[in-house]
Structure formats: C-alpha cells, structure tokens
C-alpha cells in the first residue's frame, strides 16, 4: 500500500514562470491537504481538499496559488509567476476523513531562482 | 501567530537519556499530535491524543495531555542517535477538526 506520493521531488523555477506541484494521496483516501515549510520552520497550512471540492482554503495566499483535487487525479497545487518567496517545501497529506490522521507525503522542493 | 509552541526549540542529550519536548498552544483542540522530520525529509507521525485523554504510550514515546494548562509534552525514553530529527506538535482545529496547525519545533539532537 503505496503511501502519499509526490512529484516532483526537487522543482527549479526562475521568476515569471509556473510551477506545479502534485500529490497522490493513500489509496483510498479522498480528503487531501497542502502545507508549506520554510527553511528552519514547521509546517503552515494551506488549503484543505476533498475530490473535485476545497473545503478550507483560509492558509492560501490570495493571488498566483490555486489548488484542485479533480475526481481522477493527482491533487495539484499551481503556483503562477513564482517569486523568490515562494521558495520552501510544500507537504501534502491524506487522510481517509475529517478528523483521522494526516499522513505525508516526502514533499516538493522547489527552488526559485 | 502559531497556535502550538514547542519548548525549548533545540535540546541536545547523550545517547541513552531521556528528552522532554513541551508544547503550548492557544485555543480548544480537538486533538493534539506529535510528528518527526527528519533533515530534508517528510513528516512522520508519532502520536495523536485526543482532548479526552490525558496520556498515551506508544513504545518508547509518552505523550501527556493538559487541556486546563493547554500544554502537551512528548518525552523519549532511552534515547538513540536515530531519534535526532525536528519534532512538531500539531493540533487540529476547526469544526471539521481538518486544518491542522504546527509549531516551530524542537530539534533533537543525540550525542553518541
């Protein structure tokens, strides 16, 4: 039973461009959630997925970060004209419901230069 | 600001030791879980307690519960040089109980 896969693992961007970032949840898990992670910080909370709904989006910043969980497919998370700040790890967890643990996936790098 | 705070932000102890992490946090939980990072690497998660239970056992992991102090504290028996790592309470908020909120962590270090 694969866990939470993500890809890709490392993701290099110079500024203006697009970067996307997936995540395959456990199997069986249907309820999805994005978390960034500054140098030397823990996790910050993003936006909170159920196939083809977001439920909780309260952690995204408002302009250039969008996420879907379409009905096949990967959760994706979409970051338009990166900037330097964007810099950072980005996690993303399934669970099999409200309430149940969260369990992660490697997560991305992604560099902006 | 984080909800959840963990103290101190960087413990170092010899192999065989005990470590102590405490975490505080601000607002009701529904529950309270403990997660490792491992430098460069994803989270793993440890424990979860719910706001009911006040201790919980899982191999050479204790985590304690105080909803009157809004604290929580993990402590490591017989430590080992694969315990050093990042570790990060969380505590789940909300109605849905499904925004999960992190501390800043603790990092563990075990000298051989």
């Known amino acids: 039973n694969a866990g939470v896969m993500q890809n890709p693992r490392h993701l290099v961007r110079r500024r203006g461009q697009e970067a996307r970032l997936r995540c395959s949840p456990m199997?069986?898990?249907?309820?999805v959630y994005w978390y960034r992670q500054l140098p030397e910080e823990g996790l910050k909370f993003m936006v909170y997925?159920?196939?083809?709904?977001?439920?909780?989006e309260s952690g995204m910043p408002k302009e250039r970060f969008s996420a879907e969980f379409p009905k096949e497919g990967p959760s994706i998370l979409r970051i338009q004209q990166v900037v330097r700040g964007d810099s950072a790890a980005y996690f993303c967890?399934?669970?099999?419901?409200?309430?149940?643990?969260?369990?992660f996936g490697p997560g991305t790098r992604l560099l902006v230069l | 600001s984080q909800q959840g705070e963990e103290d101190p932000q960087a413990l170092s102890i010899q192999e065989g030791e005990n470590a102590t992490m405490n975490c505080s946090y601000k607002?009701?939980?529904?529950?309270l879980q403990w997660y490792r990072q491992n430098s460069g690497r994803g989270l793993v998660h440890l424990i979860l307690?719910?706001?009911?239970?006040r201790e919980k056992h899982s191999g050479r992991l204790r985590v304690t519960l105080d909803t009157s102090k809004k604290s929580s504290s993990l402590l490591i028996t017989a430590s080992r040089a694969a315990d050093t790592a990042s570790y990060f309470c969380?505590?789940?908020?909300?109605?849905?109980?499904?925004?999960?909120?992190f501390g800043s962590g603790t990092r563990l270090s075990i000298r051989p």
């Open positions: 997925l159920q196939k083809e709904n977001i439920i909780d």
């Open positions: 199997k069986g898990h249907s309820h």
């Open positions: 969380a505590t789940a908020q909300g109605s849905s109980a499904s925004k999960i909120i």
């Open positions: 607002t009701s939980i529904n529950n």
């Open positions: 307690i719910r706001s009911n239970e």
């Open positions: 967890a399934s669970s099999g419901g409200m309430q149940e643990t969260q369990y």
